[in-house]
T-cell receptor
Framework: NAGVTQTPKFQVLKTGQSMTLQCAQD?????MSWYRQDPGMGLRLIHY???????DQGEVPNGYNVSRSTTEDFPLRLLSAAPSQTSVYFC?????????????FGPGTRLTVT | GNSVTQMEGPVTLSEEAFLTINCTYT??????LFWYVQYPGEGLQLLLK?????DKGSNKGFEATYRKETTSFHLEKGSVQVSDSAVYFC?????????FGAGTILRVKS
């Protein structure tokens, strides 16, 4: 049981380049989300999904796209990287429904845009 | 909107000292409250949670009580260890969405 996996662990991009951050989970969780972590600002929600084919914007969605074609995978696409997107990105998953499901986090991707 | 405010760090303590990290929140309705911990180079892990007023969450010697009257969820531990050095995040949850505080760095010296 791998939990939530993210690739790559580190990435350096030049301004204007595009790339996809991968996230996968093997717990059959309906809910998946992407956060970015910046010093002094905690984690901020970028996009989230409540199931395959359903996505929605979080607090800071500009410059990022997502899709959810399967339950397991939730990739995050940077269309044209900017230095302001230098950050650590975390993917998380949880069960949906009633109650207070625990969110499980991946190990993170550290992205630098020069 | 929902928000979480944590005390600024870093907090530096000697081993076996008492720890308090303050957390207050603003929310509509009755959110659930969490403390997450991030060890160096790792993702976040759930440390403890409380789902209603006066609930006390506890784990690994850490405790926090959901205080609705003061809108607080302060994290405490009676005797910290070097291995507790990490970043601690207070968070609240409305639906499936988590709102995080800025995080507090804890450094414990031997």
């Amino acid at each position: 049981n791998a939990g939530v996996t993210q690739t790559p662990k580190f990435q350096v991009l030049k301004t204007g380049q595009s790339m996809t951050l991968q996230c996968a989970q093997d717990m059959n969780h309906e809910y998946m989300s992407w956060y970015r972590q910046d010093p002094g600002m905690g984690l901020r929600l970028i996009h989230y999904s409540v199931g395959a084919g359903i996505t929605d914007q979080g607090e800071v969605p500009n410059g990022y796209n997502v899709s959810r074609s399967t339950t397991e995978d939730f990739p995050l696409r940077l269309l044209s990287a900017a230095p302001s997107q230098t950050s650590v990105y975390f993917c998380a998953s949880s069960q949906a429904g009633t109650g207070v499901p625990e969110q499980y986090f991946g190990p993170g991707t550290r992205l630098t845009v020069t | 909107g929902n928000s979480v405010t944590q005390m600024e760090g870093p907090v530096t303590l000697s081993e076996e000292a008492f720890l308090t990290i303050n957390c207050t929140y603003t929310a509509t309705g009755y959110p659930s409250l969490f403390w997450y911990v991030q060890y160096p180079g790792e993702g976040l892990q759930l440390l403890l949670k409380a789902t209603k007023a006066d609930d006390k969450g506890s784990n690994k010697g850490f405790e926090a009580t959901y205080r609705k009257e003061t809108t607080s969820f302060h994290l405490e531990k009676g005797s910290v260890q070097v291995s507790d050095s990490a970043v601690y995040f207070c968070a609240l949850q409305g639906g499936n969405k988590l709102v995080f505080g800025a995080g507090t760095i804890l450094r414990v010296k031997s």
